[in-house]
């Protein structure tokens, strides 16, 4: 694997890998199965024979609460798609896809359409890895864009995205990548696609407390939270994915509001602890709470 690839593909792999750790917990215990999650993450073998309770229990030591805070924001896009394809939506665009596997994990209906959007480099690797049998592999148009250069709505219509079809896009672990004028033209041009129709958007974002009062983005009590968050920044740019952007919740509202969307839903794990993990024995305590990243739901 060239050493390119390596850089760019670094989180999708953080990702994926924490799904792989969840998809090994007991069937009973679980809150995400992905059952693909193993082909995209370097050292997989390894995470198999540790098993689900002790690569939590190392996940924990790097930042408490880190794992279910990924594996809810997860959960909570796989239930919005889930209730989204039952009310009839008929396209989904996964805005910077990486390695999520709901096209196939899902069980979504076939005459729905999927365009996965991304860097090329890290489609041809995804690519590369899937499985010959797969369910709605059909239905998966790959678009290449880079969201800092290139226009989306000219590449997602070139590869037949119909702008008369209710879509749901999601852009899930994204936007503190990218800079804030490439968010901001992402959301415009999904504006331009919609006009025609209604649509549903999910966008997760770091909230600004991370840069202005660390301490705020986690449960009280979290232990060494100032220090956590450098760590969580250092981390990212060490890997060559450095998180740059942040926003307020009312600079979000005002930015989804800017472009036609109204906001129903912001969330983080701190609320969506008691609806995926208490159900299953699994309550985080307060002091393990991150609650760094919102996951929002719009609508327009
Ligand atoms: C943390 S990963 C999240 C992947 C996936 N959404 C998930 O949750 O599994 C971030 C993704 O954003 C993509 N990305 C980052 N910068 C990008 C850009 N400028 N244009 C397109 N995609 C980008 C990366 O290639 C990577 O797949």
């Not at 979290?222 to 956590?228: L, Q």
């Amino acid at each position: 694997m060239s050493r390119s690839i390596l850089r760019k593909d670094s989180t999708a792999q953080g990702v994926a890998k924490q799904r792989l750790i969840e998809t090994l917990a007991p069937p009973d215990k679980r809150i995400i199965n992905d059952p693909y999650a193993d082909r995209f993450v370097i050292g997989a073998s390894l995470i198999k024979l540790m098993g689900h309770k002790f690569s939590v229990w190392l996940t924990k030591m790097l930042a408490p609460g880190f794992h279910e805070h990924l594996i809810a924001r997860t959960r909570f896009i796989d239930d919005l798609i889930k209730d989204r394809v039952a009310k009839g939506v008929e396209q989904y665009v996964i805005l910077g896809a990486g390695y999520d596997m709901r096209a196939h994990r899902l069980e979504l209906p076939p005459s729905l359409n999927i365009f996965e959007v991304d860097q090329p480099e890290v489609q041809a690797r995804k690519r590369s890895n899937l499985p010959q049998e797969l369910m709605n592999a059909d239905n998966v148009t790959y678009v290449s864009v880079d969201f800092n250069h290139q226009s989306l709505a000219k590449q997602l219509l070139a590869a037949g995205f119909d702008q008369s079809k209710p879509t749901v896009f999601t852009l899930e672990g994204v936007s503190q990548y990218i800079t804030k004028e490439a968010v901001e033209s992402t959301m415009k041009e999904l504006a331009v696609l919609t006009q025609e129709t209604s649509a549903t958007f999910f966008i997760s974002y770091v909230d600004k407390c991370l840069d202005e009062n660390p301490a705020a983005c986690f449960g009280k009590g979290y232990p060494n939270a100032v220090k956590r968050a450098e760590a969580i920044k250092h981390f990212s740019a060490k890997v060559g994915e450095p998180w740059i952007t942040f926003y307020t919740a009312r600079e979000m509202e005002g930015l989804l509001y800017r472009y036609g969307f109204s906001l129903k839903e912001n969330k983080t794990l701190a609320e969506l602890n008691s609806m995926y993990f208490t159900p299953v024995g699994r309550t985080l305590p307060e002091d393990q709470i991150v609650k760094l990243e919102h996951f929002v739901v719009a609508e327009c």
